[in-house]
């Protein structure tokens, strides 16, 4: 049987004001479904989480703009996405899931519609692949041309635990990389472990892009999860010239009580104590990344 996932609460307006050009880098909208079907092989069925929504969460916390990623709910069929970014050129872009098979021609469809990057699930669970449907890093080999054409990165859902193996991959591959949530490890592990001691040193030495999103998926104790909190200040430390932030909105699959992505932006700014440098994470980086126009 799938699990069903219960839907996003209403977000509350942030304590402090957002920076100007603001973007909320990880987010996904899901269906209707009526419209836009879920995969009949899928690991969660999500609640309807349309645009309409998304956009809704995305005034009320101040962000001019939002990067939505392609959910597994829906597999790979990119449809809701990129009806999204067709509709809010200007507002959105988008990280897309796809292999080789799909032809140049419609990846470069994808890239006029706002399209910057695919996600590679590289994220286990008991030795198998936590979501299906994903697209595994040898597929992301055989796409690393056609996305270095495109200008594209690579988005890659690891727990950290496996990246010191994975980092020789990265670089075979070699193009720019944004990792997911910190590197999804598990907070009681702390942060002195050789898997995020090596994200740490990766970020530091400009080697990728870390989301600092996903407190909520680190850490067990909501709402505030303070354990999370040493391993934003320490990818903040590292380099705050490589993170990017998201709210992960309408949180699915969460294991726990459902987090405010209202809420989440406070703990970032409270983590996050100079002005300038939430500024950097919030908006200017994502407009470098993503290619936002000023």
């Not at 590679?120 to 595994?136: E, M, P, S």
């Not at 200008?151 to 193009?175: N, R, Y």
């Not at 942060?191 to 407190?215: E, H, N």
């Amino acid at each position: 049987m799938i699990p069903a996932c219960p839907g996003p609460l209403e977000p509350s307006r942030s304590k402090i004001p957002t920076p100007p050009k603001a973007c909320d880098t990880h987010a996904h909208v899901f269906g209707p479904a009526t419209r836009f079907p879920y995969a009949e092989t899928r690991s969660y069925t999500p609640p309807d989480a349309p645009l309409e929504k998304y956009l809704h969460m995305l005034d009320t916390l101040g962000f001019a703009r939002g990067g939505l990623v392609q959910g597994s709910a829906h597999g790979r069929d990119n449809s809701a996405m990129l009806d999204a970014l067709a509709r809010h050129p200007a507002r959105l872009r988008g990280v897309a899931v796809a292999d080789e098979t799909v032809p140049m021609v419609e990846l470069r469809r994808w890239n006029d519609l706002g399209i910057r990057a695919l996600r590679f699930n590289h994220f286990f669970r008991d030795g198998k692949l936590h979501y299906q449907g994903g697209v595994t890093l040898d597929n992301a080999k055989k796409l690393a041309p056609v996305m270095k054409d495109l200008g594209w990165h690579m988005q890659l859902w690891i727990d950290v635990k496996d990246l010191p193996d994975t980092i020789p991959i990265i670089k075979s591959i070699g193009l720019p990389v944004v990792i997911d949530h910190m590197g999804r490890t598990d907070a009681r592990a702390g942060i002195d472990t050789p898997g995020f001691q090596g994200l740490v040193r990766l970020v530091g030495d400009g080697g990728c892009w870390v989301k600092m999103s996903g407190a909520h998926r680190l850490s067990t104790r909501a709402p505030d999860y303070p354990d999370a909190r040493p391993f934003h200040e320490a990818l903040v430390a590292a380099n705050p010239d490589q993170l990017i932030w998201g709210t992960d909105w309408p949180h699915p699959r969460i294991e726990g009580e459902m987090p405010n992505a209202g809420h989440l932006l406070d703990l970032f700014n409270e983590w996050t104590p100079d002005a300038a440098v939430r500024r950097k994470i919030l908006a200017d980086n994502p407009a470098r990344l993503y290619g936002f126009a000023d």
